[in-house]
Nanobody, 120 residues
Framework: QVQLVESGGGLVQPGESLRLSCVAS????????MGWYRQAPGKDREWVAT???????DYSNSVKGRFTGSRDDTKNTVYLQMNSLKPEDTGTYYC??????????????WGQGTQVTVSS
């Protein structure tokens, strides 16, 4: 059973930083694209960032220049460094990954989410 588990969320003040982590665990043959989405209360889930298997990084316009994604393929882990946080960054952040489990078919996985609250 492959799982994605996020960590690193919390309550911070505007202008502060947080670093989210997401680990893919289980019997994994390959992890392809990894990324982050977020969902604010009462709103749809929105894409935040993608880090491809080849290392390309793409960001939504709302976080470009403030958030930085990275990954460690030796640990099947993706990170999201969030700087200059704003109240509108508040929401539940979800990890997303394209995973090929051992002995199974390639599939998309989601984490359970980690809460980020930016408030003074």
């Amino acid at each position: 059973q492959v799982q994605l588990v996020e960590s690193g969320g919390g309550l911070v003040q505007p202008g502060e930083s947080l670093r989210l982590s997401c680990v893919a665990s289980g019997s994994i043959f390959m992890v392809y694209d990894m990324g982050w989405y977020r969902q604010a209360p009462g709103k749809d889930r929105e894409w935040v960032a993608t880090i491809t298997h080849g290392g390309r990084k793409d960001y939504s316009n709302s976080v470009k220049g403030r958030f930085t994604g990275s990954r460690d393929d030796t640990k099947n882990t993706v990170y999201l460094q969030m700087n200059s946080l704003k109240p509108e960054d508040t929401g539940t952040y979800y990890c997303n990954a394209d995973i090929w489990p051992v002995g199974d078919t390639r599939r998309e996985g989601w984490g359970q989410g980690t809460q980020v609250t930016v408030s003074s």
